[in-house]
């Protein structure tokens, strides 16, 4: 899927080409409403190319039905084109590192549970606090967080070996409510002026039309409890 691409499209939806699949991601939390874990819910059915609302008030979603124009959305991006790397913060542990961009932060709180990742980088010199540090990091769909071994300098737990390219809708059962757009697998996205952003293997885009960091989620649809249905 080499071709695969979104494109942002000015006030408008998603372009999506490349024959990208699309699938109901779901989060999971435990007794105590800390997210846990993913479910892979059904395939949505798509064309080869084919269009994402974007303002979050189609009434056909996932996919666009031209109610942008009717509501006067204004999808301007605001997100700047800084890689990851540039806004990241080092937080240093015995056996591993991690980094945390907060700007790539879409409120799927899966950095929150069993005693949140931060704490327990200070913790990788145990099993658990490794488990903990690598697991979290890879379940967030954003990418804030990146797990590093201190031994080699290279990333570690920290990308999904996702089995292919493909778009994620994301659903929120605990807060009652949708997510974002999870890109994953390294798939191309451009802004509306035609300027790339930085390519990444997992990126999470608002679809509620709410963000203050369009194109991506701020996360913004938890406070607003916005549903896709």
Request: hydrophobic share 30%.
């Amino acid at each position: 899927m080499a071709d695969a691409r979104i494109e942002v499209t000015e006030n408008g939806p998603y372009r999506v080409s490349g024959g990208l699949p699309l699938r109901v991601e779901t989060i999971v939390s435990d007794s105590e409403q800390e997210s846990i874990a993913w479910t892979h819910g059904d395939d949505v059915a798509a064309p080869e190319s084919y269009e994402l609302c974007r303002c979050g008030h189609s009434s056909n979603k996932p996919f666009c039905d031209g109610s942008h124009e009717t509501v006067g959305f204004d999808g301007a991006e605001t997100a700047g084109h800084e890689r990851y790397a540039d806004g990241a913060k080092l937080y240093s542990g015995p056996t591993m590192d991690m980094t945390d961009n907060p700007g790539f932060c879409s409120v799927a709180r899966f950095c929150d549970a069993r005693g949140k990742a931060w704490s327990n980088v200070k913790r990788t010199d145990t099993a658990e606090g490794r488990d903990i540090v690598g697991s979290e990091a890879m379940m967030c769909p954003s990418g804030r967080l990146v797990a590093i071994d201190k031994e080699t300098g290279e990333p570690i737990a920290m990308e999904p070996d996702f089995e292919e390219q493909r778009i994620g809708l994301v659903e929120d059962p605990t807060e009652d409510c949708s997510g974002p757009l999870w890109v994953q697998g390294g798939v191309e996205v451009v802004g509306a002026d035609g300027e790339p952003y930085e390519l990444r293997n997992r990126v999470t885009l608002c679809r509620c039309g709410q963000s203050s960091n369009k194109p991506f989620c701020d996360g913004t649809h938890v406070d607003t409890r916005w549903r896709a249905d």
